[in-house]
């Protein structure tokens, strides 16, 4: 492919702070003040030394309208993090359980279809990629 690749800071995965490099059971164990009160507040939450899921939201949606505007006529790929995707969708989708719930896996693909300032989720999550194909024997 010749397609250009262009890295903007606003795509990065959220700032977790103190949370950094701990597994949700660490945060549990070390922090459970701190994750009880990341529960009651979704968006506002700010983790200590990091950022709040607003945050988040708001660079994702800055890149994304700002993209729209260069590219409104081809396709484009964006790579995320699955905090950012996961924010973003919520912002241009509207909130629902589904996505609140929803199990992004590394490497998963989301597509979104846009026409006449509408979105369309296309594809959600998918991972046809990851799915394990049966052995030949012929070989043997």
């Known amino acids: 492919h010749d397609l250009p690749l262009n890295q903007d800071a606003r795509l990065r995965e959220q700032n977790l702070g103190i949370f950094q490099g701990l597994t949700h059971e660490q945060h549990r164990e070390k922090y459970p003040e701190l994750v009880e009160a990341m529960y009651r507040d979704y968006w506002g939450f700010t983790f200590p030394e990091g950022e709040n899921r ?7 949606l800055a890149f994304w309208k700002e993209m729209i505007e260069q590219d409104s006529q081809g396709e484009t790929a964006v790579v995320l993090h699955g905090g950012t995707i996961r924010v973003l969708l919520m912002q241009l ?19 979104l279809g846009w026409e006449k300032e509408k979105i369309q989720l296309i ?12 052995q030949s024997t012929d070989a043997l």
């Open 54 to 60: 607003g945050q988040v939201r708001d660079r994702a």
């Open 93 to 111: 989708l509207g909130p629902s359980r589904e996505l609140d719930h929803l199990k992004l896996l590394n490497t998963s693909i989301t597509t």
């Open 123 to 134: 594809e959600l999550a998918q991972i046809p990629h990851l799915q394990q194909t049966p």
